[in-house]
């Protein structure tokens, strides 16, 4: 008995060390997608020039990559579960690598859109890596608890590449002679450095075997992707005032009912909607969705405020290196956040923390109402609601993965991004049209102080909703199975 118990013991310590390498090479990935977000914002202004643009074009980037981003990591997370999660890893990061290379040598505006466009396939990294972290966490009995550490420290990872590409960034511009091919280079090499980390320290998942691609669900999943998400990047652009833009709004709403009866009749679905509909995955996805509004929307209408000159009677009047400071200030609260989340977690428990996480940010975006006028105040706002962002960033798929059955980890937890995509768009749109509400008085280029305040309100009661949601999941949900038996 006691020679089973110590081979027992033997097992649980080897996995332990194998999860611990594992997190250390995903780390670099995170780092990388980290890089990658925070590289290209810097040299916005000098990419524009150089492919010989207008400012305004460049949304068209962002929008293009957020769509491909929400269409293809569902179908890319469904193919980890079947065939490996390491193998759609590396897949995704040899796309993302030529993109990237694309992106240094493109000239014009089509190339780089096309390529930009590309350059999202990083984004189904996080959910592929959590589930690598939760299939070599099933082994121990402990993946739920070891999964929500990684992803902290994965999280931490991916906002410290946000710091260095974006500091980094403007010092290589000017160390190489403002060249902008040659300084878009690096954010390529550094992808096709990690595309070798993958393959030689990433060991491969435990795919379920005999499962199929619902082509015809995921066609109907794109469908409905694809018309919602244009549609609110089309309100961004076209405004509220443009009839055909709610209508294919709408109509993505509407390919939702199809998608829906052709899923319940399939015995292998694309997504799963009996799992999507329990009580322990519902509320979680529904707060990604929420999350996303004030994550991806409210980033730019936080910088522009910061940078409003204070004689309109609002602003900060901060210069861009000041405000760079400030979003710096708010991506370390994120990584406060993120590292806190698993050691509260494991003092009080995983739902307890999301709920507490979820009221942190709506308590943040509405202690903007009274306390925005001075720059510390703002600062604390950020704080606060950086503090709970962070924590959330990587909960939420941790949490996806640990509410799925064995063989959905991927497809969950990459569910929760695409519902941040979706919420984040949502919010991008709706913000856009919102800052124009009303006028500046003094400076005619300065957004509403009313426009501000609806964001705020709609960052704020979007996180306390979620916060409510949270309520609904049974109280020992996202606890190892260990912890769920007693």
Not at 66 to 85: E, I, Q
Not at 440 to 446: K, S
Request: aromatic share 10%.
């Amino acid at each position: 008995m006691t020679s089973e118990k110590t081979v027992a013991q033997r097992r649980a310590t080897t996995a332990i060390g194998a999860t611990a390498a594992l997190i250390g090479w995903l780390a670099l990935v995170e780092l990388t997608s980290g890089i990658l977000q925070g590289y290209y914002v810097p040299l916005i202004s000098d990419i524009v020039k150089h492919l010989g643009i207008h400012d305004a074009d460049y949304n068209w980037f962002e929008a293009a990559q957020l769509l491909l981003s929400a269409l293809v990591v569902p179908v890319l997370a469904k193919l980890g579960d079947m065939f490996g999660h390491k193998r759609i890893l590396l897949i995704a990061t040899v796309l993302t690598a030529l993109a990237s290379w694309a992106l240094a040598f493109s000239n014009d505006f089509s190339t780089y859109l096309l390529a930009f466009a590309l350059q999202g396939f990083y984004v189904v990294w996080l959910p592929l890596e959590i589930a690598l972290i939760f299939d070599r966490g099933r082994r121990t009995g402990t993946a739920a608890s070891r999964t929500r550490r990684a992803a902290g420290l994965l999280v931490v990872a991916l906002e410290v590449g946000a710091i260095v590409g974006a500091i980094g960034a403007g010092l290589l511009f000017e160390a190489l002679g403002q060249n902008v091919s040659l300084t878009l280079m690096v954010p390529a090499a550094a992808v096709t450095l990690v595309f070798f980390a993958i393959l030689f320290g990433v060991p491969e998942s435990e795919p379920v075997r005999g499962r199929t691609l619902d082509g015809v669900g995921f066609l109907l999943l794109t469908l409905a992707l694809l018309l919602i998400t244009s549609g609110l990047t089309f309100l961004r652009i076209n405004g509220v005032g443009t009839w055909w833009v709610w209508a294919l709004i709408l109509l993505g709403v509407l390919a939702f009912v199809p998608f829906g009866r052709w899923e319940l009749k399939q015995k292998d679905p694309a997504i799963d909607l009996r799992v999507m509909r329990r009580p322990n995955m519902w509320p979680v996805q529904l707060t990604a969705g929420l999350i996303g509004i004030s994550l991806l929307g409210a980033q730019a209408p936080l910088s522009t405020y910061a940078g409003t000159d204070p004689v309109n009677g609002y602003g900060l009047g901060l210069s861009a290196g000041q405000r760079s400071i400030l979003i710096g200030a708010y991506l370390i609260s994120m990584i406060v956040g993120a590292v806190l989340f698993p050691l509260i977690s494991s003092w009080l428990s995983p739902r307890v923390t999301l709920i507490g996480a979820a009221f942190l940010v709506a308590i943040g975006y509405l202690m903007f109402l009274p306390f925005h006028l001075q720059t510390w105040e703002v600062f604390l706002n950020m704080a606060i609601a950086g503090i709970g962002s962070g924590a959330l960033v990587g909960a939420l798929p941790a949490a996806a993965a640990a509410a799925a059955p064995r063989g959905q980890t991927g497809v969950a937890t990459a569910m929760t991004n695409t519902t941040k995509t979706i919420g984040g768009s949502f919010a991008s749109a709706v913000f856009g049209v919102v800052l124009l509400t009303g006028a500046a008085t003094v400076t005619a280029t300065a957004a509403s102080l009313f426009g501000y305040m609806l964001v705020w309100t709609i960052c704020g009661l979007g996180a306390l909703v979620a916060a409510i949601l949270l309520f609904f999941v049974p109280r020992l949900a996202f606890a190892d199975a260990e912890a769920a038996i007693v």
